[in-house]
């Protein structure tokens, strides 16, 4: 099994005043063009493919909606609470611990729980962390059950290296 970790693409600043609620904060125009770029150079980079599955706050979901266009055979993505903020990162491992093996699953969601769950993967501790910059991307692969220190990094994409390989390429 492949497991993709995608933060979510850059968001407009903290305002209560805008956002009362700030799970409603979306992510700004410039960051969603920002973000559809990482997304494509994820695709380029891994090919299509993968069940997208993200965090109920906006700006995970919009960023979710990008990287299934340009990811998910079939468009759709999930909804899953565990990957809010602040929610504890054992269950994410158990959710990820009960999927049966096949193809990617890309989760989208935030700092510093995505960082957090990448740690325990791939470090099996849960005071390690990789964290991940906004529309930036990690991938874990198992060989066998997803376990705490089973995971082998495969790439660790930073948004700028997602955003270049997304780019078409120009022909001089």
Same mark, same amino acid.
């Given at each position: 099994m492949r497991v @993709? $970790? =995608?933060r979510h693409g850059p968001a407009g600043r903290r305002d209560a005043s805008r956002w009362p609620d700030d799970g409603e904060r979306p992510v700004t125009r410039r960051g969603l063009a920002k973000t559809a770029? %990482?997304? /494509? +150079?994820l695709r &380029? =980079? $891994?090919? &299509?493919?993968?069940? *997208? *599955?993200?965090?109920?706050? !906006?700006?995970a979901r919009q960023t979710a909606k990008v990287v299934s266009d340009a990811l998910a055979p /079939?468009?759709?993505m999930e909804t899953l609470e565990c990957l809010a903020p602040g929610a504890p990162v054992r269950e994410a491992l158990r959710w990820l611990r009960?999927? !049966?093996s096949g193809p990617s699953i890309i989760l989208v969601g935030h700092e510093p729980h995505l960082g957090k769950l990448a740690? *325990? $993967?791939v470090f099996g501790a849960?005071?390690? %962390? $990789?964290? @991940?910059?906004?529309? +930036? %991307?990690? *991938? @874990?692969?198992?060989v066998g059950p997803v376990e705490p220190g089973a995971g082998k990094l495969y790439a660790f994409l930073p948004p700028r290296l997602l955003r270049r390989m997304g780019r078409p390429r120009s022909h001089a």
């Open positions: @993709i $970790l =995608f770029h %990482a997304a /494509d +150079g &380029r =980079f $891994l090919g &299509r493919g993968g069940r *997208v *599955v993200t965090s109920p706050l !906006e700006r /079939d468009g759709r009960g999927l !049966e740690g *325990v $993967l849960s005071g390690s %962390a $990789l964290p @991940i910059k906004k529309a +930036g %991307a990690l *991938v @874990i692969d198992f």
